[in-house]
C-alpha cells in the first residue's frame, strides 16, 4: 500500500495498490546497432549512440548514395570502403563504443566493372576492422541504370562466397515495402526526409507480383547455390512483407530497421508481435542512419524501453537487441 498523501483531495495515489515493480536495468541495458551507416553521419550523431548506451555498432561502408556518379565505377565503391577504414579508429576514440565495418556492393545502383572491385574485397575482408560483407542483395530497380537480373545474381553470389571463404557473417538488404503518404507530393519535390532523387528510378528488372520478396527469395536461393550458411546472414529491413519467409522457411536472421520508421513503416509494436509469434531467437534490430535521410539514433534505445511497454520480457528484449547481434556478428566484446 502506498503511503497516505497529504494532499487536499485524494488524488490518483491514493487509489493505487502499490507502487509499480519497473525494471530500471532496461535503462543501463547494452545494445548493438547491427546496421547503419553512422560514419556519415555529425559527430554529435554519433554521440547520440553513445548517450543511447550503444555498446557497439556495425557501419556499413558501401552505401553507393555518396558517390557522385551513375552509374558507379568500382574505384568509386571502393573510396567508400577506404574512407569508412579511415575514419573509424577516430569514431571509437570519440566516442567509446566499438565500431567494426561491413564492406560490400550495393546493387541499388549499377557498378561497372564489378569483379575488380571483388578482387579488392577478398583483401578487404581479411582486416580486424571488417565484421561482416554487406549490405548486398538483388534489388528490383536501380537508381538511373538498371542492372540486369543475371549480372545481379553474379556480383551477389560472388560476395557471398568471399563471405563463406572469410568466415564472415553477411548483411543482406532486403527491399522495404515502404509506406506512403495519403497523397502524392508535388513534382518535383521528392520525398521530404530522403536526399535522393526518386524519380530517376530505372524500370524493375524483376517480374513478379511482390519483387522486394522475389528478391529476398532469391539472394536465399543465392546463398544456398554457393553453400553460404542461413544463419550467417542478417536480412537487414524486415518487415510484413519478407517476415513469414525468413523466420519460417530460411534460417537466416530478421532485422527490423527503426532509424526512420516514418518511411518504413516498421515500429516496435511489429518486433513485439514477431518476438511473440517466433521467438527472439532469430530477431535483431537496427537504426540504419545515415546522412541521406531523416533518422534516429535514439530508435534503438527507444525501442527497448517500448518492447517492455508492450509486453515483452526483458531477457527476450536482451536477445533481440544484445545476444543475438553479439553472437552472430562478433562485436561488444571489445
Known amino acids: 500500500m502506498t503511503t497516505p498523501q497529504p494532499t487536499k483531495r485524494p488524488t490518483d495515489a491514493a487509489y493505487l495498490d502499490g507502487d509499480p ?23 554529435n ?4 549512440y553513445a548517450l543511447a548506451g550503444c555498446r557497439a555498432m556495425l557501419m556499413i561502408a558501401s552505401g553507393a548514395h555518396w558517390t557522385p556518379y551513375r552509374p558507379v565505377a568500382a574505384d568509386d565503391v571502393r573510396y567508400l570502403w577506404d ?6 579508429a577516430a569514431i571509437e576514440r570519440n566516442h567509446f563504443y566499438e565500431a567494426k565495418l561491413g564492406i560490400g556492393a550495393p546493387t541499388r545502383i549499377r557498378i561497372e566493372d564489378p569483379d575488380a572491385l571483388f578482387d579488392a574485397m577478398e583483401a578487404y575482408v581479411q582486416l580486424d576492422e571488417v565484421a561482416a560483407v554487406g549490405e548486398t ?15 545481379q545474381r553474379a556480383a551477389v553470389g560472388r560476395q557471398f562466397e568471399i563471405a563463406a571463404d572469410a ?3 553477411v548483411v543482406l538488404h532486403t527491399p522495404n515495402k515502404s509506406i506512403g503518404p495519403d497523397r502524392q507530393y508535388r513534382d518535383g519535390m521528392a520525398v521530404p526526409g530522403y536526399e535522393k532523387n526518386v524519380a530517376l528510378g530505372a524500370d524493375p528488372v524483376i517480374d513478379a507480383d511482390t519483387p522486394a520478396l522475389e528478391a529476398v527469395r532469391i539472394d536465399v536461393e543465392i546463398a544456398r547455390e554457393v553453400g553460404l550458411d542461413e544463419e550467417r546472414i542478417v536480412a537487414s ?13 530460411t534460417g537466416c536472421y530478421a532485422s527490423f530497421t527503426l532509424g526512420h520508421s516514418w518511411m518504413t513503416g516498421v515500429t516496435p509494436a511489429d518486433i513485439a508481435d ?24 535514439f530508435s534503438l534505445k527507444r525501442a ?15 536477445r533481440v537487441v544484445w545476444k543475438n547481434p553479439r553472437s552472430v556478428l562478433g562485436l561488444g566484446d571489445a
Open 21 to 43: 515493480d519497473v525494471p530500471s536495468e532496461l535503462l543501463s541495458l547494452p545494445w548493438i546497432d547491427p546496421h547503419n551507416h553512422a560514419h556519415t553521419l555529425s559527430w
Open 304 to 318: 527497448i524501453l517500448e518492447l517492455y511497454r508492450l509486453g515483452v520480457d526483458v531477457e527476450d528484449i536482451r
Open 237 to 249: 529491413h524486415a518487415d510484413g512483407n519478407n517476415l513469414e519467409f525468413l523466420l519460417e522457411e
Open 137 to 151: 542483395g538483388i534489388t528490383p530497380s536501380q537508381h538511373v541504370s538498371a542492372w540486369p537480373l543475371d549480372e
Open 83 to 88: 574512407d569508412a577504414i579511415n575514419r573509424r
Open 274 to 297: 514477431a518476438i511473440e509469434t517466433y521467438g527472439p531467437e532469430r530477431i535483431m534490430v537496427d537504426t540504419d542512419c545515415a546522412n541521406i535521410l531523416r533518422s534516429d539514433p
Open 45 to 48: 550523431d554519433r554521440e547520440r
Open 167 to 169: 568466415d564472415l557473417p
